[in-house]
């Protein structure tokens, strides 16, 4: 994507906020922002027809929660990274955002030089935060949900997924059978209530238990 625009979409409930960041995207010549919107309806409506590369959302809007929309916009353009741009800083909802599909989260006082890495990191793959948010969701609380206990089994089964690893190569690689590391696998998805590999594998990342 070296030779082409970056077109990105601005999703925020502040006319202010949109502007600012207008201004600053677009002094960047590989940026385009491609569109601004105030609500999630209109957000929704563009990427049914329009191309976002990246979607700026924010977590507050009039119309929908930026967690759930967020989740929505993955469903209708997979391919668009959505990195979440809030005041809000409650670890629950930065690691609600991340299993919801979100490329990253960043608070608002985030500086341009961090947000251009941060968008170019999410169109590279990477899960992207500011440094106020890693360290936020590297100390948990109580009022969060407490890290799943993993046996050194899962944690290992885990790292071997992260790797691309299929059941059969896994099974095969540590004296199993298909069915037990299947079975390991579920209890995962349970224990961290993810939906799916890529949900699990990320929260298991960020919460330090393997490495990326």
């Given at each position: 994507m070296e030779n082409e625009k970056i077109h990105i979409v601005i999703v925020d409930d502040h006319p202010i906020v949109i502007e600012g960041l207008k201004l600053m995207l677009n002094s960047q010549p590989v940026f385009n922002v491609a569109g601004s919107?105030?609500?999630g309806a209109e957000t929704i409506s563009f990427i049914q027809s329009e191309k976002a590369d990246v979607i700026l959302l924010d977590i507050t809007l009039p119309d929908a929660n930026g967690?759930?929309?967020?989740r929505e916009i993955k469903k209708i353009s997979p391919g668009t990274s959505v990195i979440m741009f809030s005041n809000r800083s409650e670890r629950s909802i930065i690691m609600q955002c991340i299993q919801n599909g979100a490329s990253g989260y960043l608070l608002k006082n985030?500086?341009?030089?961090?947000?251009?890495l941060s968008i170019r990191g999410a169109l590279s793959g990477d899960i992207v935060f500011c440094n106020e948010t890693k360290q936020i969701i590297s100390r948990p609380n109580q009022?969060?949900?407490p890290i799943p206990r993993v046996t050194k089994r899962e944690r290992q089964i885990l790292?071997?997924?992260?790797?691309?690893?299929?059941?059969?190569?896994?099974?095969?690689?540590?004296?199993l059978s298909p069915l037990t590391v299947d079975t390991h696998r579920k209890?995962?998805?349970?224990?961290?209530?993810?939906?799916?590999?890529t949900e699990l594998i990320n929260l298991a990342v960020q919460l330090q238990l393997i490495e990326g």
């Open positions: 919107f105030s609500s967690t759930e929309l967020c985030t500086s341009l030089d961090d947000l251009v009022k969060d949900i790292q071997m997924v992260a790797q691309g690893k299929t059941s059969n190569m896994i099974a095969e690689e540590l004296f209890n995962l998805l349970q224990k961290f209530q993810a939906r799916n590999s």
